[in-house]
């Protein structure tokens, strides 16, 4: 028996105007964009570390320049958009309330644009292993990315939904922010089992989001979504 095609070659989805993806460096935010990416001829994909790394000597830990870039991308955004580009996917780690900020500065000049906002969330033994296994040109102090993935469901926006990508691979992760939305059923056959993602989407899952157990073919379910583990044939049957 053949594998079945994943729904992320299958699936046209409803574009919203802005899609944000943010969370602490080794959440798989960028990897999971660009996959997010290729499913859209039409799209931009803004990352703010490109825009951040324009400046000669940058310095990353300083939060004023980075909500100052911020701040200006804005502008950009808005402009691929006015341009005919859809959507403008966003990618930041968005710590502290900048998300909140950012959101008030695109919607002072465009308060109908359509955004929608994702923040991923990875358990912390997988998150090490995540960035102790980035470039070395890329930021690996492992204590400062443990704290900021731990803040990310402290300010969540009452337009983010979350979701624990412990267990998936960065085109899963697009699958879902593609399935959320469209907000059709998608289905997902990797690992054994099918999920459901049924809309009207509930209310954000701020806590108890499991992580895959050793060997069990488990998927964690996700903010906004109602989950239903069904089994179906292995790929080899």
């Known amino acids: 028996m053949q594998h079945p095609r994943s729904h992320l070659q299958l699936m046209t989805c409803t574009k919203p105007d802005v899609i944000i993806i943010r969370g602490a460096p080794g959440s798989g935010k960028t990897q999971a964009s660009r996959c997010l990416a290729t499913q859209f001829q039409k799209g931009v994909r803004v990352e703010i570390d490109t825009l951040r790394a324009m400046i000669i ?16 991308s804005t502008s950009l955004v808005l402009g691929f958009h006015r341009l005919g ?12 309330n900048k998300l909140a900020t950012f959101l008030d500065e695109l919607h002072s000049l465009d308060n109908s644009l359509q955004v929608r906002s994702f923040a991923l969330v990875t358990a912390p033994e997988v998150l090490r292993v995540r960035v102790e296994n980035r470039p070395t040109d890329q930021f690996k102090d492992i204590g400062i990315c443990k704290k900021l993935n731990s803040e990310v469901i402290r300010h969540l926006q009452p337009i983010e939904q979350i979701f624990d990508n412990t267990a998936l691979t960065p085109e899963e992760t697009a699958e879902v922010i593609l399935g959320q939305c469209a907000g059709w059923v998608a289905r997902t056959f990797r690992f054994g089992y099918i999920i459901k993602i049924l809309p009207p989407f ?14 069990k073919n488990w998927i964690p ?14 790929p080899s049957a």
């Open 221 to 234: 379910a996700c903010a906004g979504m109602t989950s239903q583990h069904l089994p179906i044939p292995s």
């Open 85 to 96: 580009y859809q959507p403008v996917i966003v990618v930041d780690t968005f710590s502290g």
């Open 202 to 215: 509930g209310p954000i899952m701020r806590h108890g989001m499991g992580h895959a157990a050793p060997g």
């Open 57 to 72: 000597s940058v310095d990353w830990t300083n939060q004023v320049a980075h909500s100052d870039i911020l701040s200006l």
